[in-house]
């Protein structure tokens, strides 16, 4: 039947050191990412309710953290027709790593809206990244 590619993906829990003036949010070490490569780091914000869907990554592995707010990403497995939900953020602070090939959405849970940080082996390029509209894939958000 083969394998599932959504077992790929791994969550990390991740530290927070609580400071009377205000908490330090560990993210990554070097010799935490895939392959120790780091490329580009970016933010996207989501606004309570917006879903960003879809995307799929030829060659990029994300590390994903939301530091602000609470997503849920969902994950999708065309071959094998599954998914895959993952809720992150100040409820769950963990960093999702997600490899290559894997169709993904993700949406805002927190009021008034939640900030992603993106962390890549490679930087953005167009030509690797598939997108089909939300509709495309039937998720129930």
């Known amino acids: ?3 599932n590619i959504l077992n790929k993906i791994k969550v990390t829990p991740l530290k927070i050191v609580k400071v009377t003036k205000g908490n330090i949010m560990h993210i990554a070490k070097k010799k935490d990412l895939k392959n120790k490569i780091f490329s580009e780091a970016y933010f996207s914000k989501i606004k309570f309710g917006q879903v960003k869907a879809w995307k799929y990554h030829l060659k990029m592995t994300l590390n994903l953290v939301v530091p602000y707010g609470n997503v849920k990403f969902v994950f999708y497995n ?3 027709k599954i998914f895959k939900t993952i ?3 100040q409820n769950n ?3 999702l790593t997600v490899p290559p090939k894997i169709w993904f959405g993700f949406k805002g849970i ?3 809206e939640s900030i992603i940080l993106n962390i890549t082996n490679i930087s953005h390029n167009t030509r690797e990244i598939l997108r089909c509209k939300k509709n495309d894939i039937n998720f129930k958000w």
Do not use: C, E, F, Q
Request: glycine share 14%.
């Open 93 to 95: 602070y963990s960093r």
């Open 78 to 80: 065309k071959k094998k």
């Open 1 to 3: 039947m083969g394998k």
């Open 87 to 89: 809720k992150i953020g």
């Open 110 to 112: 927190n009021k008034p």
